[in-house]
């Protein structure tokens, strides 16, 4: 803040005729504005003691009137020995306590002689969710001191993991690396809450919490559609024209389907329940579609056929198709 305060007016930005609500006004302003919790300005915490101060001297019509007669300075210290009033305490303002059980507290301090000078507690409440405590010529306001700010992150899972659950590590941008349990059925997308693993309170309230993202990532051939998944499953021309069982794979291993005798390719058959499981309800399904493969190798005995069957019994499957 420097070794000496700055004029009270010029800090606040009102006039020298400004009434009390003005000044009230903009001390509001500016203590958002720059409440370290809240301001990313590398000097909040200078600006907003400065700013406290000439509130001190405006916000106190005594001390407002000596200012201007020039009997105190900004800080609200006598311009000359032996001025009657001063000497005894100090100007007033807010210190962060300590009480019984550890519990940290911001205690307004009133002005030399226990005089209340002026009432911050509605000014603070913005600030601090709500001060109590006044009473007598003391006026108390205590409050929990904020919170310190939530981080994020996120963390990629495998899609088997995400259906059994699992552990992954997460490195938080306070450096801090975790292990962060990845519950079953977990969708992607979806926050974990770590409490208390946050960035401290830079005036000693509780840390803040870290909320992780999980990610699942992409599986070799199941795809995900919200608790549905879709498998794209190679058959052979013969399975698509004569039908029958065919092996298909699912989470949870290896299952039957029975694939209809004359299947077209693009045709999509639904396996009930193999998809992702939902704790709220029933779980999703895998929705397999077929895809006719063609032998590697030219085959003779599958060209003669597919010559005679053009010729002899020729069909448009893209009619109506303009």
């Not at 306590?97 to 009432?119: K, L, N, Q, W």
């Not at 946050?198 to 699942?216: E, W």
Request: cysteine-free.
């Amino acid at each position: 803040m420097g070794s000496k305060m700055r004029d009270p007016y010029t800090v606040l930005g009102v006039a020298k005729s400004a009434d009390m609500a003005e000044i009230k006004k903009a001390f509001r302003r500016l203590a958002k504005k720059f409440h370290p919790d809240q301001s990313k300005d590398p000097k909040a915490k200078e600006k907003f003691a400065e700013i406290n101060a000439a509130y001190e001297i405006l916000g106190d019509e005594k001390k407002r009137a000596q200012f201007d007669r020039g009997e105190i300075d900004a800080e609200g210290k006598p311009r000359f020995q032996g001025f009657e009033g001063f000497g005894a305490g100090g100007p007033g303002g807010f210190t962060r306590r300590t009480g019984p059980g550890g519990f940290e507290h911001y205690e307004f301090r009133t002005g030399p002689g226990g005089g209340a000078g002026f009432d911050a507690s509605d000014l603070f409440s913005d600030l601090f969710g709500g001060l109590g405590g006044m009473g007598g010529s003391q006026r108390r306001a205590q409050a929990r001191p904020p919170r310190g700010e939530d981080v994020t992150a996120q963390i990629s899972v495998g899609l088997r993991d995400a259906v059994h659950g699992g552990k992954s590590r997460v490195t938080l941008p306070t450096g801090r690396t975790l292990e962060v349990t990845v519950p079953a059925g977990v969708e992607d997308g979806q926050q974990i809450r770590l409490k208390g693993q946050g960035q401290p309170s830079p005036l000693g309230g509780d840390p803040g919490d870290a909320i992780v993202t999980v990610k699942i990532a992409k599986h070799p051939y199941f795809r995900v559609e919200g608790r549905d998944l879709r498998l794209d499953l190679p058959v052979t021309l013969s399975e698509a024209v004569l039908g029958g069982k065919v092996n298909v794979p699912t989470l949870d291993g290896k299952v039957e389907l029975n694939v209809p005798a004359g299947s077209n390719g693009g045709r999509t058959l639904r396996l009930r329940g193999k998809g992702l499981p939902n704790p709220g309800g029933a779980p999703g399904d895998l929705l397999v579609t077929l895809r006719i493969v063609l032998p590697d190798e030219t085959d003779p005995d599958l060209l003669n056929l597919a010559q005679k069957w053009q010729k002899q019994k020729p069909y448009d499957p893209r009619q109506g198709l303009d």
